[in-house]
């Protein structure tokens, strides 16, 4: 089987109730490939800057480890910018 140095990575959102009713949108990355989940973050109120922030420090830490993805999917959700995608 070849392996591919570059390769694809996926995000997405999903949202956890709390018991006092407050949704907890959560971040993650999975890379294709791998099958290998990075979980990026959590908060309350998710927006473009949050967004843009967690996929820098994804950046980093792949970097760290020597990953070169040059792919992303991820759907039309209003909180995945442009500066997003730019990061990535």
């Known amino acids: ?3 591919y140095k570059e390769q694809l990575i996926a995000c997405d959102f999903f949202t956890i109730e709390t018991l ?3 949704t907890i949108y959560v ?3 999975i890379e294709i490939g791998s ?3 990075h979980f990026a973050g959590c ?3 998710p927006n473009g800057k949050w967004t843009t922030q967690q996929a820098r420090q ?3 830490k792949l970097n760290d480890e020597d990953k070169d993805f040059r792919l992303i999917i991820h759907d039309r959700d209003s909180k995945i910018t442009k500066a997003f995608d730019n990061v990535l």
């Open 43 to 45: 908060t309350t109120n």
């Open 58 to 60: 994804l950046v980093w």
């Open 20 to 22: 006092f009713l407050k």
């Open 1 to 3: 089987m070849t392996h």
């Open 35 to 37: 099958q290998r989940a």
């Open 27 to 29: 971040l993650f990355f």
